[in-house]
């Protein structure tokens, strides 16, 4: 039975996938899907002698990862032109950041909302400054928009009513519940500019975002996409400094576990113990359907998340609200 | 999945698995003419499955699933199981497809032209291709047509023709019985039954055709036509389309082409005979000018 390594042995070694026969590529097509990753996968396999149907559906893929590009670039390009006027330089986030530095990470990626890290100081005025340039809340419920503003690391989501897009507005990596506070100073502070008013993170914080994302800001769905990030941050820039800087913001362990991850899914790492082996069952949990699998180890995980972002009897009022106004779980697919 | 069902409509391939046999059963039995996807590889997957283990047997309920999904699609009874595998491949179309621009349109064709029929629910696109198809049209689809960006050409989209409420009768009453599927009664859209398109029409179903006419019908008038602008014309397609914005600048180059180079007419018909008569009249004066 196939899962994600399927996808991971594929986006590792892509001369392999010539061995596959219809059933392996339908399940491979069906599992990058379901991962949000085939625009990664078709630029990986780009230039293979593919059998004409996957190469049809490949060249899809690409043509729409381009169009989303395209589309995530304008929506950066807005956010700097509502917040440059106002003195708030706009430093991209995840997908968005590596398609406008042009990094191997952002080749083919899905890129879903604008993720953008400003001082908190400011969240006020940006706040204010995208409400009236057509922005507006996406949570109409008044217990999420309080929670969002007194313990999130982030606005409730606000979506633009013409474009139809969101953007999350951070000031810092984690929640205000977490108990590790990462420097946003600093995040900000060495932040790069790679065109006028548009920044990323530096290389070293870029991977100490995504450690943080994949451990203590969610229940690692997605988790294959975030690691492949990692795992070609890493190509490209290499480790140097990493572990200092890693230490620096309180994510020394988090950061160190995201590469053994990385290493094991994608590159060449040929032993792991078995907590990693039970943190790459969580992510590979997904059927040659696209089909969520491992249900237990999947509610653990989401468990343990929301563990990490909160105190205990905070987290039961919040999964005990959560649960009454039936939306708590990991999502059935 | 337990029962799995493949099939070839038009370019694009499908893999429906579900839960239950039912379905499946229905799927091979009326897509019984049909090729299987190219290579042996799907480009859209469907899943129909139970929204918990024990509703496979009790009170059983078809959740409907696959590459894409909409959040809150409310499942079907097991009864209705075939128009839930039908929905699901048009949800994939709808919201995955990114090689053909797709007009929720009907399409029909005669000497390697197309005409497309396109208008709200109730306009009666499926059911005017569904009797044009047995006047010695070539049916190219009742859902979408396939406006290939590279080419300016119409791709074949032949599912099972969905016919609601009124139309069954209409179209029983001019084609054969074996033609139908099973009367899905009370479904969220109303009584709905399947035509099975002719051999022919599957079997020219990789041959594109020219956009010649586009029409805009509405039922319950009496019989009037009028001439749709380029730029009205634009804007009811945009509307129509499920993956215009997606495609982006291709889209818009492709739905430009189209309106441009397409005359389109809104036609208002009190029945469905005069709307044939109108239909043939004004394809026939058509023809004259080409």
């Given amino acids: 039975m196939n899962d994600g390594w399927l996808l991971a042995r594929a986006l590792r070694l892509p001369g392999q996938t010539l061995a596959l026969d219809a059933a392996g590529w339908t399940d491979l097509l069906a599992i990058a899907r379901a991962e949000q990753m085939i625009g990664t996968l078709a630029h990986r396999l780009n230039g293979l002698k593919l059998p004409s149907a996957v190469q049809r559906i490949l060249e899809d893929a690409r043509a729409s990862a381009d169009q989303g590009r395209s589309v995530a670039l304008w929506e950066a390009e807005v956010a700097r032109r509502v917040l440059t006027p106002i003195g708030v330089p706009v430093v991209l986030l995840k997908g968005t950041a590596f398609v406008a530095a042009g990094l191997r990470a952002g080749q083919g990626r899905s890129i879903g909302d604008l993720d953008i890290l400003v001082p908190r100081d400011d969240i006020d005025r940006v706040e204010a400054a995208l409400l009236a340039s057509g922005w507006e809340w996406v949570k109409p419920d008044p217990y999420d928009d309080a929670y969002y503003r007194r313990w999130m690391h982030e606005l409730p989501p606000l979506i633009h009513r013409d474009r139809d897009r969101m953007i999350d507005v951070h000031h810092t990596i984690l929640p205000l519940t977490a108990r590790i506070t990462p420097d946003a100073a600093a995040l900000l502070a060495d932040s790069v500019e790679i065109a006028p008013g548009l920044r990323t993170l530096s290389a070293n914080d870029m991977l100490v975002h995504a450690a943080a994302h994949l451990f203590a800001d969610g229940d690692l769905a997605g988790g294959m996409r975030n690691l492949w990030d990692v795992h070609c941050l890493v190509e490209e820039y290499g480790t140097e400094g990493l572990a200092a800087r890693a230490a620096h913001h309180g994510l020394a362990k988090e950061t160190a576990h995201a590469l053994r991850l990385a290493a094991a899914l994608y590159g060449e790492v040929a032993r792991i113990g078995l907590v990693d082996w039970l943190y790459l069952r969580r992510i590979t949990a997904r059927d040659g359907w696209g089909w969520p699998t491992r249900p237990v180890a999947r509610q653990a995980f989401y468990v343990r998340s929301h563990w990490l972002r909160m105190p205990p009897t905070m987290l039961a009022r919040h999964l005990w609200t959560k649960w009454r106004k039936g939306g708590a779980g990991p999502s059935a697919g | ?290």
């Fill in chain 2, 1 to 290: 999945m337990k029962h799995v069902f493949s099939v070839k409509i038009g370019p694009v391939g499908f893999r429906v698995g579900a839960d239950w046999r039912a379905p499946i059963a229905q799927l091979a039995d009326l897509y019984a003419g049909y090729p299987r996807p190219d290579d042996g590889v799907p480009d859209f997957t469907v899943r129909l499955f139970a929204a918990r283990p024990w509703r496979r047997f009790v009170r059983p309920a078809v959740m409907i699933g696959g590459d894409f999904v909409l959040p809150e699609a409310a499942p079907l009874p097991l009864a209705q199981g075939l128009l839930a595998a039908e929905m699901g491949m048009n949800l994939q179309m709808a919201l995955g497809q990114r090689r053909y621009l797709l007009l929720h349109a009907s399409a029909v064709e005669r000497d390697g032209r197309a005409l497309l029929m396109t208008g709200v629910s109730g306009a009666g696109k499926s059911t005017l291709a569904a009797l044009l198809s047995l006047r010695g049209w070539r049916l190219m689809g009742d859902e979408f047509a396939l406006l290939d960006p590279a080419t300016g050409l119409i791709h074949a989209f032949p599912r099972l023709v969905s016919l609601k409420n009124t139309a069954i009768g209409v179209v029983e009453r001019a084609a054969p019985e074996r033609r139908f599927g099973p009367l899905l009664a009370g479904t969220p859209k109303g009584d709905i039954r399947h035509l099975v398109p002719d051999a022919a029409a599957v079997a020219a179903m990789q041959v594109p055709a020219r956009p010649t006419l586009i029409l805009f019908p509405s039922f319950g008038f009496d019989p009037a036509q009028r001439e749709i602008s380029h730029s009205e014309a634009f804007v009811r397609l945009t509307q129509a389309s499920t993956n215009y914005v997606s495609l982006g600048e291709r889209g818009f180059a492709a739905l430009t082409g189209l309106v441009k180079n397409t005359p389109a007419l809104a036609i208002d018909y009190p029945d469905t005979d005069s709307a044939i008569a109108q239909v043939e009249a004004v394809w026939e004066a058509l023809g004259e000018k080409l």
